[in-house]
């Protein structure tokens, strides 16, 4: 199904097997041979959560999909009639896939040992049975829990972000005085920084002024910026665009511009609005 190269390449390469176009198999869990990380759709699958950068896969037919993070993913899968609870380390969070993989080959250098007989396959660690699959439509699909049967457990970093990062005394105090049923936690354990808290705090700078008194005539000074590429051209062609500024008389022109190089050219930043009397 999908192959990921843990090495320090920021590359990877993603094959896709075959499924039926009308299976729904974006909350299941596929036991894959081929897939050399585990790897999962569903956010909500983390428990806790850790942001990536510069790691993508080359997936046969949709181009390069790059991973969003990787922390622990909990699974409440079926083993002989009982539901339980297993978590996989060190899972790639690929939201632009609609599979969740579980790699056979990362099994086996952890001390599972995977078979597959009669299109079923049973996952042991310790010699006990740790979760069963079956097969449908030439993949194998883990025995998961009806979402109805699983608690709606959580890290209390992953409450702090369902809730809108309310802060997180605020939550540990939710949990501990049972303020809204349901609200349970998994475990206290908690990022030193949030990034989404930081940057939806900050403010912005004030401008320094740039000091000194305006000028005196026109053209003396005149302000500009540049603009684009936009995604639709202009009537003209044009997917650039400059405005520019006189500083004494305040008068202001956009200029719109076919390349972006058309910005060096003789006069292009001086409109003739800028130069008539």
């Known amino acids: 199904m999908a192959a990921y190269d843990a090495s320090d390449s920021d ?32 956010h909500a699958s ?13 997936m046969f037919g949709k181009g390069s999909v790059t991973t969003a993070g990787v922390e622990t993913a909990v699974l409440n899968v079926i083993v002989q009639g009982r539901t339980r ?15 969740n993989l579980m790699s056979v080959g990362m099994m086996e250098e952890r001390g599972a040992e995977v078979s597959f007989k009669g299109g079923k396959t049973i996952i042991k ?11 449908k ?12 049967d699983v608690s709606a457990v959580a ?8 809730l809108g990062n309310v802060n997180v005394s605020g939550v540990e105090r939710m949990i501990k005085n049972k ?49 684009g590429p936009l995604s639709e051209p202009s009537r003209g062609g044009s997917l650039f665009f400059g405005i520019v500024t006189d500083d004494f008389s305040r008068c202001k022109d956009v200029i719109f511009l076919q390349k ?13 609005s800028f130069l008539m009397d």
């Open 11 to 42: 590359e990877a390469i993603c094959l896709l097997g075959n499924a039926a176009d009308s299976d729904d198999i974006s909350k299941s869990w596929l036991v894959d041979s081929v897939a050399s990380s585990y790897m999962c759709c569903v």
């Open 137 to 148: 439509n030439g993949l194998y699909h883990l025995d998961m829990a009806p979402l109805s």
């Open 179 to 227: 303020d809204i049923d349901g609200l349970e936690c998994s475990f206290t354990a908690k990022k030193d920084v949030c990034e989404p808290s930081v940057y939806g705090k900050a403010a912005m700078t004030p401008m320094t002024s740039a000091g000194g008194g305006r000028v005196t005539k026109r053209l003396e000074l005149v302000h500009s910026d540049l603009g």
């Open 46 to 58: 983390f428990d806790g959560y850790q942001t990536t950068t510069g790691r993508s896969f080359t």
């Open 155 to 162: 890290s209390l970093q992953l409450w702090h972000e369902r």
């Open 85 to 99: 609870k297993i978590k996989l380390k060190e899972v790639l969070h690929v939201s632009t896939m609609r599979v």
């Open 260 to 272: 972006k190089s058309d910005t060096v050219a003789e006069d292009c930043f001086l409109p003739n």
């Open 125 to 135: 660690m310790n010699e006990k049975i740790a979760a069963f699959g079956r097969r």
